[in-house]
């Protein structure tokens, strides 16, 4: 193989990963089920916020009216109108800083259902996984744990030397390919992949995977948008899993 076809094959391959979440946003929207198993937790998280901080707002506003009734103070005064007006802003920004996190922990028991939905759209499919046993389900949940813990350690260690002059490269593409560990785990625990397997395939398609984390990554910095590209994580995630195990062999490969 020719330097030129090398760079060539890992340059392509790193676009397959940026080109990840556009190409399960098309995806979703082509097939209600993904649409529905993509919106439902959003809208419960959005749900439960609404009705949260309008909740803290009139709770607020009875006590601040409270006090300055109780101070002496005219409660129709700009000044009460104003400190009101202060609280109901200051509430929906500390909504709009958390609304991402909790979106992702209210995400994650359907994101399995997601990923599961997304496997036969995946190009080339992903074949089903059979009705399991009710020990291999508790195998898959201990796999699945195993990586959770392993890929904590790993984002702490990222996080200790992100502060080390050169290692610090390292420690960023550590943690970007950490982010695609997450999201392709889902197809391979099904499969009953365990954390050697998965560390493996982030290996073997590191370009891929560094292009899936980087952009996933970038979509995750943006408040709220965050949220919303939870979904497009899961689905681009399986379809990189697709993509990897039904070109194996295959020329151009994916690398």
């Known amino acids: 193989m020719s330097i030129n076809s090398w760079f060539f094959i890992r340059i392509q391959s790193f676009y397959y990963g940026l080109s990840l979440p556009i190409r399960a946003f098309r995806l979703i929207f082509r097939h209600p089920t993904l649409l529905f198993w993509s919106i ?3 809208a419960i998280t959005l749900g439960l916020y609404v009705w949260l901080i309008r909740s803290l707002q009139d709770s607020t506003k009875a006590y601040l009216l409270q006090a300055f009734v109780s101070a002496g103070w005219d409660p129709n005064s700009w000044i009460a109108g104003t ?3 202060l609280v109901k802003v200051l509430l929906i920004l500390v909504g709009a800083m958390t609304f ?3 979106a992702s922990v209210a995400s994650s028991p359907f994101n399995d259902f997601l990923a599961e939905s997304a496997e036969p759209w995946a190009s080339p499919p992903l074949p089903a996984v ?3 046993p009710f020990r291999a389900k508790m195998r898959l ?3 699945d744990l195993l990586k959770t813990v392993a890929g904590g350690v790993a984002a702490l260690a990222a996080m200790i030397f992100s502060w080390v002059p050169v290692v610090n490269l390292i420690a960023v593409i550590l943690a970007l390919l950490l982010v695609s ?4 785990s889902y197809p391979q625990t099904r499969r009953g992949e365990g954390l050697q397997a998965g560390l493996r395939f982030i290996w073997k398609y590191f370009y891929a995977c560094l292009g899936f984390g980087l952009i996933t ?4 910095a ?3 948008v965050s949220s919303l590209s939870i979904p497009l994580a899961v689905v681009g995630g399986t379809l990189l899993v697709g993509r990897a195990y039904g070109t194996e062999g295959t020329s151009p490969p994916l690398r």
């Open 83 to 85: 400190l009101i007006v």
């Open 130 to 132: 059979p009705s399991q």
């Open 141 to 143: 949940i201990v796999i």
């Open 217 to 220: 990554a970038f979509l995750f």
């Open 40 to 42: 439902l937790p959003v």
């Open 181 to 184: 560990f997450q999201f392709v």
């Open 222 to 224: 943006i408040p709220i």
């Open 100 to 102: 991402s996190l909790v």
